[in-house]
């Protein structure tokens, strides 16, 4: 019997092993609700995933019937892969994802170093697959159901830009937006790359689609690493609107393929497509962009200026290569973002609620603004102010935010609390601190 038991807790280590998550994967931030998560292993089944995937959702709390899904996906390689992990954590996302009653998804494909991208970032190796499983899956976890039905809002870094565009190629009538940030789906084989083209469906023409990179991906540098990336976007870009897409391209005049402040433009563009295509209830259709509202700018020629745009009915230019914006109040910040990247906001963030003093950790909830995020928060004590949180905010790839903020847009780890260490307090004593919210745009909560 003991040699039996033995056996059993050796196999049972051996199977344990077999499924542990290698480095540098092993290690995600631990959830619990409103955090939801599953893992499929590796397939070695044809056309099936050939890479570990885990998902990572939030859920907003108060929403009764989930109307979309915001999914946030990384790019490429390792550290990016990695990045995917803090994706769903990210409180500047979950306030669009808030105000629309979207749950906020983030993918993180455990790719190996030295290994081929393809096999994830092209929808049709399996990644679609495993997917369209998790959204079941965690519909489930998250006595969300409805999960598996509603609308995609899709945004994508390189080469899940690639696997953004994918989706909406193969699932136009799912995508209620779609955000492609230095990476584009190929309409034509390339010869000596590992990419296969897709069929641009009619369907996909309809879907409002935004074109990011920065300035250094071949359009002023010709000779950066990643300059493939606007000779890439710009074929997409005459492919689309050549037949009619209403497509958009802002580049990022500060960048290279880093996010940098695209999050400034990219959600406040995803907000107003969202507000007209999501469906009032659960299983209806996707409503159709309206079009008396679209403006239109021509695409620059030999990297001239970008103009303001102008009402649609109004342009005199080839439709053809014009850049599609979906309304005025857009245009106006596109054109802040392809100047200098600072899109202007004039709103100053909610207060943080539910300040607490215990002993000597005081402890606040705060809501990001969904025009600038949070940068940091200033502690006062009896009205002056006392500290900041965090101490000094940085930020290596754009405007200082208090989760800092990873080469893929993604929260820094660990990831940043909302705690302070104070003057230990005596029991019974009044909370002498008030906690403030500040901005990316330097404005200032009540």
Known sequence: MKSLAALIVVLAAMETAAFAQNAPYDNPPAVEAPYYRVRYEASSQPGK???????????????????????????C??????SGQTGAFDLHWQALAQKHQCALLSPAYEQPAGTDCQMWCDPRNGSDQAFQKALVDLGKQSGHPELAEVPWALWGHSGGGHWAGGMLMLHPERVAAAWLRSGVPLFEAV????????????AALAVPTMCNFGTKEGYTDKESRFKGVWPSNETFFKTMRGRGALLGIAIDPLTSHECGNSRYLAIPWLDACLSERLPEKSGQAIRPMPQQTAMLTPLPVDEAAFTAAVPAGDFEGDLATSIWLPNPEIAIAWKQFVTDSNVADVTPPRAPTNVQLDGDQL?????ADLESGIAHFIIERDGKAVAT????????????LFQGLQYSDTPAVPL?????TADKSEPGQENPYRVRTVNTAGLVSQ
């Open 363 to 367: 402890t606040w909830q705060a809501d």
């Open 191 to 202: 010869e000596g790359r590992n990419i296969q083209p897709y069929t641009l469906p009619d």
């Open 77 to 82: 390689g390792e550290g990016s892969c990695k």
């Open 389 to 400: 949180v965090p101490e000094k905010p940085k930020n290596p790839f754009g405007r200082p």
């Open 49 to 75: 995933l050939i890479y570990p995937v885990a998902y990572t959702v939030w859920v907003p709390p108060a929403v009764d019937t989930l109307r979309g899904v915001i999914v946030h996906q990384h790019g």
């Open 416 to 420: 940043a609390t909302m705690r302070w």
